[in-house]
């Protein structure tokens, strides 16, 4: 994995936990405005409650989002030691703000007063002497394995 590659899981954590949290709440809000229905299949007709259908779906939901968040605390954790190492403050401010942080280009230029060209120089300058901790393993595929462990127990 590169050192971009290994930076922009931190990007993407957040966005899909939100993204999660927000799935949750729209199965929380079907489940208070359902009714039970008849659905009828093999052995005749039966009762089934769409509140209980969601109810099942958001208690999935909750479990994975359980997982993610430990599993991308972890990261995060691991992302921020890789980057305090780096020897430059600069460096540590702008990947820090880039990444950590998810900022845009523009802001991170606001905030520090530097040029675009000087900016994207550090940034260059940043990943490069970062240094990818050998055993790094993608978070997504952190995610997947624990998903399937917990599927299996």
Known sequence: MTAREYLQQAR????????MNERRQRYEDLATSA??????GPGGTRRVSSVEEYAVKMADLSAEMNIRAGIYT????????????LPNQTYRDVLRLRYLNA???NRIARATHYADSYL???HRQAVKALI?????VPVEERVK????E????
């Open 12 to 19: 993407g954590m957040m966005a899909r936990l939100e993204a």
């Open 35 to 40: 009714t039970a229905h008849y659905r009828s």
């Open 145 to 148: 394995a624990a998903l399937k």
């Open 103 to 105: 900022w845009s280009w």
């Open 150 to 153: 917990r599927r299996q127990s």
């Open 120 to 122: 994207y120089q550090v």
């Open 132 to 136: 990818v901790p050998p055993d790094a």
């Open 74 to 85: 972890e990261a995060l954790r691991e992302i921020e030691a890789a980057i305090d190492a």
